[in-house]
């Protein structure tokens, strides 16, 4: 029997489509007694605002290492023994220009170039992204027809501001920035329509109207997405051994949970499930096979209180995306650089009645009249950790230090979820998802209050075999280019022997490859 070709998809009438995982049917029948390789991925992770270095940072290094209170969500065995924590990770070509802090880190944070097209504001100067982004430029080198070469997704408030909104860019200036999609609607009809043709990202608000009419369709027939691609699996079916009708059954199954996650009914509705308990989300069986009627509104899609519904909704999509190997390189931004998004409402029984705007924080006093409880505002009122908690610390900035942390875990233990579902998706050789995905954490800043670009955070999970699992202290030796470099590398790309400004490359970082 001829095998499946890889850009199979299961198709409707009226052309919606839904991709599936790589199977052992896919491969020449020649190899199929072979192990199965499957893909390389590479994904992008991105919190906001620093973080407090005191509790992130792990004691020890190497594989001996104890986490601090930040990483502790992520110290189980099944993440454990697939991370490599980098601390003193140099983001170096963002200090050459002066200029407004986040709009220098989220410029540089995947270019590792200074940024260019520089104006000046009344915050300082600000410019754009002076060159290809690491996952864009590795997109590129992964791409294949039949296949989108990257997707952006994000979590974002309603803050509209500019360079600290993108961290993604296809070279050079304002013109080359790779936008984000937000809506989780959209997200799914970019991701499971079928329609991958194009260069990666997404075009904005409206970068997948081409698709929604089709989901238009099937909300006014009031049927489910997958319940119309059914016929076609059953055309599918001869060809498939057990296992490989196995991993499709499951495959669509997840599907059909996203799916009714979001409860599509059109490019004007919505829906979702309420979330609770660490941002969780109530799905309806796989049975049920009609969608309700939308639960939340377009407006809902950037509400503050919906951030951890909507977040787990986008890594549900993103992990299916490259389980699917629909996208082998994505991103997931968690708001922009200067974040608005007002975690009292979401993480409660943090100190937050104790905190007010001190004297002199311009995140206070830039007429915009944000809450003290804001994220940005709020990472400009404690003191720097860098080397450790000062003492004599006042009723503020103890409580500051007290509602970063708290909303530092709950973002690492939202990694935690992402990674896991990654590990619980199987290959057709039985590795996961994760073992074959370099997915990398990173921050536009070391801390809020400093707009350090020292002692960045940094961490990679998954990519089993390429990377050692452990601390490394990098102390300030190695830059971001150093970093990116170094990941292009191990995802088997040799000739990559430099990555952003040339100025501040200082070579591959040895120590963290296996």
């Not at 300082?124 to 997704?153: C, H, Y």
């Not at 896991?420 to 921050?443: F, H, R, Y």
């Amino acid at each position: 029997m001829k095998p499946i070709s890889r850009r199979t998809l299961l198709r409707t009438a009226s052309g919606f489509a839904v991709g599936l995982p790589f199977l052992e049917a896919m491969r020449p029948r020649a190899a199929r007694a072979q192990t199965s390789t499957p893909p390389k991925r590479f994904f992008v992770w991105y919190t906001p605002v620093g973080t407090v270095l005191s509790a992130w940072k792990p004691t020890g290094t190497g594989t001996s290492w104890t986490a601090g209170r930040i990483l502790k969500p992520l110290d189980v065995p099944a993440i454990r023994e697939r991370m490599t924590i980098m601390s003193g990770v140099h983001a170096a070509a963002a200090e050459k220009l002066a200029g407004n802090g986040h709009a220098k880190g989220m410029t540089h944070v995947l270019t590792a170039r200074p940024y260019v097209e520089v104006k000046g504001t009344q915050f300082g100067n600000e410019g754009w992204g002076g060159g290809i982004s690491i996952d864009q430029f590795l997109g590129a080198k992964m791409a294949t027809p039949g296949r989108l070469n990257s997707v952006e997704a994000g979590v974002v408030s309603f803050y509209s501001g500019g360079p600290s909104r993108y961290m993604s860019y296809s070279g050079a200036g304002q013109a080359n920035i790779v936008p984000v999609e937000s809506d989780p609607r959209k997200l799914f009809a970019r991701l499971f329509t079928g329609t991958t043709s194009g260069t990666g990202g997404t075009s904005g608000a409206g970068g997948t109207s081409g698709m929604m009419p089709v989901l238009d369709r099937l909300a006014v027939q009031r049927k489910s997405v997958l319940d119309t691609v059914l016929k076609d699996f059953d055309r599918l079916k001869p060809k498939l051994g057990g296992t490989d009708k196995q991993r499709v059954e499951k495959h669509l199954d997840l599907v059909r949970q996203v799916e009714q996650t979001i409860q599509i009914t059109g490019a004007g509705g919505g829906g979702g499930g309420g979330g609770a308990g660490g941002g969780g989300v109530t799905t309806r069986p796989p049975a049920c096979t009609t969608p309700a009627s939308p639960s939340y509104t377009n407006d809902q899609v950037r509400a503050n209180n919906q951030l951890p519904m909507l977040g787990k909704t986008m890594m549900d999509l993103m992990a299916l995306g490259l389980a699917c190997d629909t996208m082998r390189v994505g991103s997931l931004l968690w708001s922009a650089g200067e974040s608005e998004y007002n975690f009292a409402e979401i993480l409660p029984s943090a100190p937050w009645k104790d905190l007010s705007c001190p004297p002199n924080v311009d995140t206070c006093t830039d007429g915009k009249n944000l809450p003290a409880t804001f994220l940005h505002v709020m990472s400009h009122f404690p003191p720097s950790t860098a080397n450790g908690v000062p003492t004599n610390l006042n009723t503020v900035q103890k409580a500051a230090l007290e509602c970063l942390t708290v909303v530092e875990e709950w973002f690492s233990q939202q990694l935690a979820y992402f990674a896991q579902k990654l590990a619980d998706l199987k290959e057709a050789d039985g590795s996961s998802v994760l073992d074959n995905t370099v997915l990398l954490s990173v921050k536009d800043i070391s801390e809020g209050v400093t707009h350090g670009y020292r002692d960045v955070p940094h961490v990679i999970l998954g990519g089993k075999g390429l990377f050692k699992p452990g601390h490394f202290a990098l102390q300030n030796r190695k830059t971001s280019g150093d970093l990116y470099a170094t990941i292009a590398q191990a995802l088997g790309y040799n000739d990559v022997t430099s990555f952003g400004d040339p100025a501040y490359f200082t070579g591959a970082i040895t120590e963290i490859r296996s």
